[in-house]
């Protein structure tokens, strides 16, 4: 008989499905960038590559729900905004004005959202 109380499970809510979908589109969208803003074979490979790799580095080390640097919500803050504003311009500069600013406005509420989730927590 186990008399231990179980731990709760974390809740997956709408924002959350949303922002996880943000941030692969993100990441996609900084490869799709290098590749096609630039000419092939170099810088296009090493920025289609290294662009979503150092998005991916940052987004693990200081977003990511098991992030290996713990801290607070405005460098969190910050280290989303780089992100997310980096894959808005990037489809501004593709050519994609509409793409960018749905894409700016969609990561902007979902951040306000998010963000006033984990001050209150």
Known sequence: MN???????PKVGLNDLVRFLLEIFAIVTLGIFGFTAFDLPWPGILLGIGLPALAILLWGLFRSP???????????????IAVFSTAAIAWWLMGQPVVAVVFAVVAA?????????????
């Not at 979902?110 to 989730?117: E, H, K, V």
Request: net charge negative; no cysteine.
């Open 66 to 80: 098991k992030a290996v640097f713990h801290v607070d919500a405005f460098v969190k803050a910050l280290v989303e």
């Open 109 to 121: 509420v979902s951040g306000i959202i998010n963000g006033r989730r984990e001050l209150s927590s």
């Open 3 to 9: 008399d231990a109380t179980p731990a709760p499970e």
